[in-house]
């Protein structure tokens, strides 16, 4: 039977990508997709919610209604895992990343505010929903500074790296 992808075969290579190659992979799958998947913890339990997101570096952030569950959860518990991954069409393609952090909630007053904001696009929302360019969101700026970054892409293999790599925030 002939393979599509012979290198997907056998056991994975073990080599780390260096640490610049792995944060320029990392930062195409954050601007090539606009959806993740946050995972929160509660009095309830676990709580999985689809969410819309923009990133400035290694910071992901959302606006979101201060009394929903998920920031009823942030709340309770900040810590916070999120799921960004490409659509899938086989193995090769496989490609996504774990991050974890804590959500900081920043309202329009707070000092760090002004960094994240403008990278948050809030227009197109708006236009989406006929509401006036001349009104930003009221809702508070939710961000995830990533502490950690469990990173896979299987297409890795073919170059000889492993599928799975760790990114760690280096402290200043």
């Known amino acids: 039977m002939p ?12 080599k780390r990508l260096d640490r610049e190659l792995l944060e320029e992979r990392i930062l195409n799958l954050l601007s ?4 993740c998947v946050l995972a929160t913890s509660g009095p309830d339990g676990p709580l999985a919610t689809p969410v819309r ?3 400035l570096g290694f ?7 201060p009394t929903s569950p998920k ?9 916070v ?5 490409a659509p899938l069409v086989g193995q090769a393609s496989s490609r996504g990343a774990q991050v ?37 969101p009221s809702a508070p700026l939710t961000v ?14 073919r170059s000889g790296y492993a599928p799975r790599q760790f990114w760690k925030r280096q402290e200043d």
């Open 81 to 85: 895992s999120i799921g960004i991954f």
């Open 144 to 157: 995830v500074e990533a502490d950690r970054i469990v990173y896979t892409e299987h297409w890795l293999r």
């Open 100 to 136: 974890f952090g804590r959500a900081r909630v920043l309202g329009i007053d707070d000092p760090e505010f002004s960094h994240y904001w403008p990278a948050f696009r809030w227009q197109s929302d708006h236009v989406e929903r006929s509401r006036p360019l001349d009104e930003p």
């Open 32 to 35: 090539s997709q606009n959806m």
């Open 71 to 79: 920031m009823r959860n942030v709340a309770a518990d900040p810590r």
């Open 59 to 65: 910071a992901l952030m959302f606006t979101a209604v």
């Open 3 to 14: 393979v599509t992808n012979e290198w997907l075969a056998g056991p994975s290579p073990t």
């Open 53 to 55: 997101y923009f990133h």
